[in-house]
């Protein structure tokens, strides 16, 4: 019913993705979108919006947060005051902003690694601290989990003041103020478990932590066992003073293909909280493009059918790329949410040097494990038409069968 079988060319557009390597044969399954076609209704809703022909200042269209809200209550059980909505031209933005609002430069941001880079940047652009925590894996990296003991080991003992004393509490040099989480998780595609999660809570309560849960993989969750529940949520499930203390990024870019249009939003319960969030954007940030708005509208309306289809594709699409490196002999993640899979090429690297170069010299581009904290791991996006990722998994089998003949088949990868 929905195309994800045709491969596009997308050099035409200078899609980022395509065009990082452009002097080689190269199949690259790096940076997180999509090589999908965005969901009919969308690509309809926006070819009226240009066909109207102005392209100039957009307000929020005024059933936007409407639909927001009913659909954050159906998916995830969760009642959002549509005044709590900040919308932003993307997360990322959203992360740093959180950092500047959440913590005092003496003070730091607490980041499970690995990550997503930014996680781990923004601290350090915003001038505030960084306290990384290593994740721990779990059966043979398939899965990731929160490390408790190392996570409470930083934390001080005595609880610190309230949110109404944040940008006036001093003394502790660099103390923890903000936790960022990204949940489901990006690049391991780990869902944190319920209990994970309320023992976070507990943590955040205890050590009067501020959060802000990135959720921008929520709509992508594989393991159909599983259901996501937005941090908040089980904050204000504690108390509403809880709720307070949490900051939730999302938007429609990951699940609906359509990060270039450039729209997000802010999900902040608390009223100073949010003073000082926008206070933090004044004239830095601009409004969503205007197709952004349409787009995301459209999603909401109507994108549903084509995501089913998109996770139905996406469950596939892991499972091949699963067993292709498993016939490889490097250890991945068996990811319960996202479209990426995460690979310990330690034992590669030893041989070959830095993985994600050796493997773009035989022409497929992954990330590097080491811009997410962990040299020697490599992300694989698998949101590709099969064609293309049986194309990639081979060469990838080929080149390490040529490393390493006495460990690696030839067996071909097929879906
Ligand atoms: C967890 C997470 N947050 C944010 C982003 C980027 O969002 P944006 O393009 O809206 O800045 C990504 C992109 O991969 C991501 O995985």
Redesign the pocket.
Known sequence: MFDFSTVHDRRRWSATKWLKYTDRDLIPLWI?DMDFPVAPPIQAAVAEHVAHGNFGYMSLPPDLPQLLVEDHRRRYDWTVDPEWIVWLP????G?NLAVRACCAPHESAISFSPV?P?FLKAPGIQGRGLLEVPLRAEANLRRQAIDFERLEALLPAPPRGSLAATSAASGEQRAARLLLL?HPH?PTGSVFTRAELDRLAAVCEQHDLLVCS?E??CDLILDESLQHVPFARIMAERSPRLLARTIT?N?P??TYNI?GL?I?WAIVPDGTLRQRFVAAMQELVPDPCCFAFTAARAAFLDGEPWRQALLAQLRSNRDLVSAALDRMQLPHSHPQATFLTWIDARALAASVGNAATWFAEHGVGLSDGADFGQPGYLRLNFAAPPSLLQEALQRMQQALAAQRPACVGAQPVSA
């Open positions: 997180a993307g997360l990322v933005l992360i997503y930014p990204c990006n990135d921008v993989h990024l938007g870019g990951k990060a450039g997000a």
